[in-house]
């Protein structure tokens, strides 16, 4: 019975040691004049939905949505919105993919808003 228990404790261990390592996420940085958020846009049987969103956060900080919960192959991307602004959709789209993050820069001002993944 020990051995079984044993056996069963170290594939949990491994189980959760792997999907620790298989988080993906998409973060904005605000490097914009304004306060913003975000909501993550994602591809759904051919409609786009806001998947998830984060709070407002000011100028100089990011905020990340993790998207390990989205199936690999989901397409996605931010669409950000700047407080008593303008909305804008962050590009380009990308697919999720396990162990990879997604790093958008949003910038400009709240009625000429840019959000893009820097080169």
């Keep these: 019975?020990?051995?079984?228990l044993?056996?069963?404790?170290?594939?949990?261990s491994s189980m959760?040691?792997?999907?620790?390592?298989?988080?993906?996420?998409?973060c904005v940085s605000?490097?914009?004049g304004?306060?913003?958020?975000?909501?993550l846009m994602a591809e759904f049987g051919g409609e786009w939905v806001a998947w998830k969103s984060t709070g407002n956060y000011p100028?100089?900080?990011?905020?990340?949505?993790?998207?390990?919960?989205?199936?690999?192959g989901t397409k996605m991307y931010p669409r950000m919105a700047a407080i008593l602004g303008k909305h804008k959709n962050c590009s380009p789209t990308v697919?999720?993919?396990d162990e990879e993050s997604f790093n958008y820069t949003a910038s400009?001002?709240?009625?000429?808003?840019?959000?893009?993944?820097?080169?």
């Design 59 to 72: 100028i100089g900080q990011s905020k990340c949505i993790d998207t390990s919960a989205l199936p690999n």
């Design 16 to 26: 959760a040691s792997a999907n620790a390592f298989a988080a993906s996420k998409v």
């Design 30 to 32: 605000n490097a914009g």
């Design 6 to 12: 044993i056996i069963a404790a170290v594939a949990v």
């Design 1 to 4: 019975m020990r051995k079984y």
């Design 108 to 119: 400009g001002t709240t009625l000429s808003p840019h959000c893009e993944i820097p080169s």
């Design 95 to 97: 697919t999720k993919a």
């Design 34 to 39: 304004y306060v913003m958020n975000f909501a």
